[in-house]
């Protein structure tokens, strides 16, 4: 099988969280955080679940905004997947609905695109 065949083969996508980085995160869910139904889907259940960490993204953003680079890492850990979060599907949703959810509230309140 010649490597254009084996490419033809492969389906290519990128999710769009993963062409976000934790900055664009806070950038975009910085003035819409506190409007954001964190229990939305489970995300607050799920992400303890999945991690074992009950998340406080209210207060995550309050510190990353407050505090900057002292307590971003806090902001980073819940938004990036990395490695060492395996191969699990649902812990890649878990980070992803951490980004989309703000993101989601940003869109409505800016350009009043319906979001749900």
């Given at each position: 099988?010649?490597?254009?065949?084996?490419?033809?083969?492969?389906?290519?996508?990128?999710?769009?969280?993963?062409?976000?980085?934790?900055?664009?995160?806070l950038?975009?869910?910085?003035?819409v955080y506190?409007?954001?139904?964190?229990?939305?889907?489970?995300f607050l259940?799920?992400?303890?679940?999945?991690?074992?960490?009950?998340?406080?993204?209210?207060g995550?953003?309050?510190?990353a905004?407050?505090?900057?680079?002292?307590?971003?890492?806090?902001?980073?850990?819940?938004?990036?997947?990395?490695?060492?979060?395996?191969?699990?599907?649902?812990?890649?949703?878990?980070?992803?609905?951490?980004?989309?959810?703000?993101?989601?509230?940003?869109?409505?309140?800016?350009?009043?695109?319906?979001?749900?």
């Amino acid at each position: 099988m010649s490597e254009l065949d084996w490419m033809k083969g492969c389906e290519l996508h990128i999710h769009i969280v993963g062409a976000f980085y934790p900055d664009d995160a806070l950038a975009l869910g910085r003035t819409v955080y506190r409007e954001v139904d964190w229990h939305a889907n489970r995300f607050l259940e799920t992400y303890q679940a999945l991690f074992g960490v009950h998340p406080d993204p209210i207060g995550i953003f309050d510190d990353a905004i407050t505090n900057g680079e002292a307590s971003f890492e806090r902001l980073r850990r819940l938004h990036t997947y990395t490695e060492a979060d395996g191969s699990d599907y649902s812990c890649f949703q878990a980070k992803f609905n951490f980004f989309i959810w703000p993101v989601g509230v940003f869109l409505t309140r800016k350009y009043d695109v319906p979001y749900n």
